[in-house]
């Protein structure tokens, strides 16, 4: 195995906060890349104060900034731009998930930089992109969930229900990781670099191909099924008698067979007109899930388990936090990790890929403005300039290592 990852020797400079900017950066972080983070002093990006759920520190912050160098900065400042254009000259990969035209109006956008930085790529990550009638409206995730669909076919008949984490922001960073090291892979055969443009609503509608496809040309869309698969039956969570919760799943025919032998004892549902086909289990599936349930409720889920792993049936156990934290097969593949943090080491995952030649660069979440000095160093500012642009900023400054006041606009 190889000490170099595939990112080795790429900087990536990044005005990022929330989630989707920063949920990019850090997989780059990972892969090797220097990651060097814009923050505003004192507050830095936002997501550090959703909560103190990590040694006093935010679950939100903890989980996306991971192995980066945060560096305080009031971008909007005339000085911050004797900064801004030496990082810049150093940097591969522009970040960026600001408020619309932020970055036009610093002379940071792609238009502005690409003449004299010829081979940066800049990746912009927005809401709803930078044009049409949507362009200026805010985009938080549980709006873009609404707005793309999401929200229509995810929860029960009676109720929508968002989903419990941020899917518009997790498919917008993960469009942005896989655009930029596609570009970094085209600058290796073009010498140039490019624009990318990632949006919220666009991310998220990749992410609902299926209930878009199955409503095609009007037809009725995926009714909100709970935790029920909408069109394939038995597919969804079932109680045992000790009250554990198992969730499965049928694929075809085949296994309705076997389920029918093996796990229920009723060879004879196989052929029940009302059970032989997906579509007619699915529309009968209240009678077909008391016939289930009469026979779960009756044992143990260690019983039904052992049943369903007898048939190889498809099955999961529904787990709350404290459960995937010790999961048997995570703990088998060696996937947690200690961090350092400002406030103690935590425990936290490797990144899902795992590659036979490098591994992944892992290293501390960082405290606010703490590589501000010495990045400032590295671009050869002496002591008497770094001096210069605390005391012309007019604000006081407790520590030359707690950089320059940021004022980022709000998150798009």
Not at 234 to 242: A, C, E, H, K, V
């Given at each position: 195995m190889t000490q170099t990852a595939p990112l080795d020797g790429i900087t990536v400079l990044s005005f990022e906060h929330a989630i989707a900017a920063p949920l990019c950066t850090r997989q780059l972080a990972e892969l090797g890349a220097r990651v060097i983070k814009i923050e505003r002093r004192k507050v830095g990006d936002f997501s550090r104060h959703y909560d103190e759920r990590v040694k006093g520190q935010s679950s939100h912050f903890v989980w996306t900034n991971r192995?980066?160098?945060?560096?305080?900065?009031?971008?909007?400042?005339?000085?911050?731009?004797?900064?801004?254009?030496?990082?810049?000259?150093?940097?591969?990969?522009?970040?960026q998930n600001l408020a619309p035209n932020a970055m036009v109006k610093i002379g940071l956008d792609y238009e502005s930089l690409k003449e004299r930085h010829d081979k940066l790529i800049v990746c912009n990550i927005s809401g709803y992109g930078s044009e049409g009638p949507y362009q200026n409206k805010k985009a938080y995730d549980l709006l873009v969930q609404a707005e793309a669909g999401f929200l229509s076919v995810t929860g029960t008949e009676r109720d929508m229900v968002k989903a419990g984490i941020s899917v518009a922001d997790t498919a917008a960073g993960m469009q942005a990781f896989a655009a930029i090291l596609a570009a970094i892979i085209q600058r290796g055969k073009t010498g140039k670099g490019s624009k990318i443009d990632i949006t919220m609503l666009e991310a998220m509608v990749e992410w609902m191909g299926y209930p878009l496809f199955y409503s095609y040309e009007g037809a009725p869309p995926?009714?909100?099924?709970?935790?029920?698969?909408?069109?394939?039956?038995?597919?969804?969570?079932?109680?045992?008698?000790?009250e554990k919760v198992i969730l499965v799943g049928l694929q075809h025919e085949r296994e309705w067979g076997i389920f029918c032998r093996i796990v229920l004892e009723k060879p004879g549902l196989v052929d029940d007109t009302r059970f032989a086909t997906n579509i007619a289990r699915s529309e009968n599936r209240e009678h077909l899930r008391e016939i289930i349930e009469e026979l779960f409720c009756s044992l143990s889920a260690e019983q039904v388990c052992a049943k369903l792993d007898e048939a190889d049936i498809a099955f999961a156990n529904v787990n709350d936090m404290e459960a995937v934290w010790n999961h048997p097969q995570l703990n088998a593949l060696k996937r947690l990790v200690t961090t350092s943090t400002p406030k103690g080491v935590i425990t936290s995952f490797k990144p899902p890929a795992n590659n036979s030649e490098f591994e992944p660069t892992l290293s501390a979440i960082p405290g606010l403005g703490e590589h501000t000095q010495p990045i400032l160093e590295e671009l050869e500012f002496n002591a008497d300039e770094i001096q210069r642009f605390y005391s012309c900023l007019l604000y006081t400054s407790p520590s030359p290592r707690d950089g320059l006041l940021a004022r980022m606009p709000s998150s798009a």
């Open positions: 192995s980066k160098q945060s560096f305080t900065l009031d971008i909007k400042h005339e000085l911050s731009q004797e900064i801004l254009q030496r990082l810049i000259s150093k940097t591969d990969v522009l970040v995926p009714a909100r099924m709970g935790t029920d698969h909408a069109t394939i039956y038995p597919y969804g969570i079932f109680s045992t008698r000790d």
